[in-house]
DNA sequence: AGAACTTGCAACAGTGATGATGCAAGTTCT
DNA sequence: AGAACTTGCATCATCACTGTTGCAAGTTCT
């Protein structure tokens, strides 16, 4: 669509997008880093990095823009309106993991107070619930189990996937999903 | 035993307790505060916080050793190692919940790379994983779940947990466990 | 009342990050 | 080869935050 997928043209954009993603390095281990310390992870100057983005700020936006994108399409892949809930759930996940785990400061920078990131979390959020209400219905999830928090506890079991770097997202998708319904107790539950 | 669990005495050692949690209120809601606003929130100069602690790392590091205790007393109180699995998991989420709500920031800071903090943490995360195995023997937990993940799922919730602030501790730990037990699904799983 | 202590205020120096600019050298495209 | 563009380097101004100190005013205790 975007200049975003496009393939890339010049060194300009070859660059910019080192700095993205040197930025994601960085920034996820230490999100205090200085400008200086992306510049040197990303390979080029520091005044290199403020020609391409006129602040830190844009810098950081850029970031959240690019994740949002792939967060995006990562959800439209898995169908998640029209196909088989359980599938739709899997899928999903799977595709979410992959991009959480090369952006999740950019993606956990959604959570913060920026509006517009705080709109495509909302409507992420409100299609998340519509599939799970279908999986309800479907019988594939609990009936008594307040909607709010069962999104809130896949939300976390995502996070929580996505640090994990050992295996594959779909080894991890699975476990995630498995954990998701069956929960980790043997299943008499609390009495 | 020592001087913070001994009933406050002087202006001095009440300021120092209005700055601790003044510092929780402002650093939960923005890591990156400066103490200019740490101070304003506790209502006193921010010359005054200087001279209770000689840096803003001295500051942080108070808050974490404050929290650490109230984490440690939340803990043994729930007597993980003799009561029954079940009843200790449950009472030391309650009183675990209690003081992350008051407490989140002081505590997420344990992650970080802080030699002290990683030795508090590295010895609950030990006892929590006792406890598990308990539990495990006694039937309650399955056993063909990976242990780390287990307890991984479990910090994840209680983190879930005490960032909602709607309910009673007791209420949000019953919950936490139930589906930390059972999860959200009616039990036909993935295939 | 007097001593000891604590606080607020104002002022200061030091530090590190940010952002801008001019210039020389290198690259890519025509 | 020449034009257009991009980069690295050095430099500069600015700014916010940190941490310190001296002094006056207020308090708490004896």
Known sequence: MSETTRALRSDAE?????????????????????????????GVARTTVHRRFASREALVDAMAAWANQRFAEAIDAAHPETA?????????????????IDWGFAMSRMLSDDPEAARVHAEVDARCERLFS???EAG????????????????????EAAQTRDGEPDALAARLIDTLLRGVGTGQGLA
Do not use: F, G
């Open 14 to 42: 070859r660059t910019v997008r080192t700095i993205l993603e040197a930025a994601e390095r960085v920034l996820s281990k230490n999100p205090a880093a200085s400008m200086e310390q992306i510049a040197e992870a990303a």
């Open 84 to 100: 088989p809930p359980l599938v739709a759930l899997y899928q999903a996940t799977v595709n979410v993991l992959r991009v959480k």
């Open 134 to 136: 279908r999986a309800r």
């Open 140 to 159: 594939v999830l609990r009936a008594d189990v307040d909607p709010l928090w069962a999104r809130r506890v896949y939300y976390a079991l995502c996070h």
